[in-house]
């Protein structure tokens, strides 16, 4: 049975990823604190976290995206950010690892970035 705590940890969830993937398209780090600001400040550690991820957080974030996307298959960012999130990946840590991976030539974006492509 669903409890009504569930439904508010449920959007408390959505808001929080929502809020830092709206704050990772805009590319702002400083938008990224103020959203988690705005929501009671349970995650500074990992949104400052996020803003400096480690070496070996981006490493793994890339190798989740390799083994979810297979060569030549196009999918929606936002759709693989959820995915990721809620796998327990940082979405800003995904955003970030998409940027380096289109930077790399491992993928191109398409649709004005809504959608991407793995290349190799």
Same mark, same amino acid.
């Given at each position: ?38 929501? +009671? ?15 070996? !957080? ?15 298959? &196009? ?11 809620? @796998? ?9 690892? &998409? ?5 790399? +030539? !491992?993928?191109?974006?398409?649709? @004005? ?8």
């Amino acid at each position: 049975d669903v409890q009504t705590q569930d439904i508010a940890e449920a959007l408390r969830l959505f808001k929080v990823s929502t809020m830092a993937a709206n704050a990772a398209d805009k590319g702002g780090v400083g938008a990224s604190a103020s959203a988690g600001a705005s929501l +009671g400040g349970k995650n500074n550690n990992s949104i400052m976290r996020a803003a400096l991820p480690s070496r070996e !957080e981006m490493l793994r974030t890339e190798t989740f995206l390799r083994s979810r996307l297979k060569i030549g298959h &196009i999918v929606n960012k936002q759709r693989i950010v959820e995915e990721a999130a809620s @796998q327990g990946y940082d979405a800003t840590v995904v955003m970030r690892a &998409i940027a380096i991976m289109v930077m790399k +030539g !491992e993928m191109t974006e398409r649709n @004005q970035g809504r959608l991407f492509k793995r290349i190799r």
